[in-house]
């Protein structure tokens, strides 16, 4: 399977949030996030990690695209639980091993995108681990959509697309990964 394989020199650079970090409790960020949509008003919201994603759900906002891989703090979870709260979305799947982006998985949050801008609510299913999928779907998301995943330390990031930010993380992609077999 082509991939592209993170580079363990940049492992400790992709820990730094991307965007706006918000250290609060899960229900505090979601309400912020909440707000945040509310003042840019972006033409996309998504989430990537089910953790994340389930918070934004429970706080009344759906995610155009949600990224899971039912996981959470690398221990499974119950997959009826985001798909009971997911029943809507159109599914897109894929597979994504850890510490990859795979062809298949770029591709796959790239349709779901495109999907997602032409008014369907796409969910990406992947096989193996989503971590690293927000970023194809910064790079991909329209300007003024907001993408939001969670960091280990149990913050949640929001980035703010904008041209130079998907320029940023196509150059990161390209540095910060091998092109490899996964």
């Known amino acids: ?31 912020l996030l909440l707000e945040l949509v509310e003042l840019v008003k972006p033409p996309l919201v998504v989430s990537v990690g089910d953790f994340v994603t389930e918070n934004l ?17 690398r221990s499974d979870i119950d997959p009826s639980r985001s798909k009971k709260l997911l029943n809507s979305y159109k599914i897109v799947e ?19 995108v495109k999907n997602a801008q032409a008014g369907d609510l796409v ?9 690293l999928l927000s970023l194809p779907a910064i790079a991909s998301a329209p300007p003024r959509s907001i993408v939001v995943y969670g960091l280990w330390l149990g913050a949640c990031v929001a980035v ?23």
């Open 1 to 31: 399977m082509n991939a592209y394989r993170l580079k363990e020199s940049y492992r400790e650079t992709l820990r730094v949030p991307l965007g706006l970090a918000l250290y609060y409790p899960p229900s505090k960020s979601a309400h």
């Open 57 to 73: 759900l429970n706080a009344g906002l759906r995610p155009n695209v949600a990224v899971i891989d039912y996981r959470t703090m």
């Open 94 to 112: 894929c597979v994504n091993p850890p510490g990859f982006l795979t062809f298949n998985a770029i591709q796959a949050v790239e349709e779901a």
């Open 123 to 131: 969910l990406v299913s992947v096989q193996g681990e989503e971590d």
């Open 160 to 182: 703010i697309c904008h041209p130079s930010v998907s320029r940023s993380v196509k150059r990161l992609i390209s540095t910060a990964f091998d092109n490899s077999k996964a």
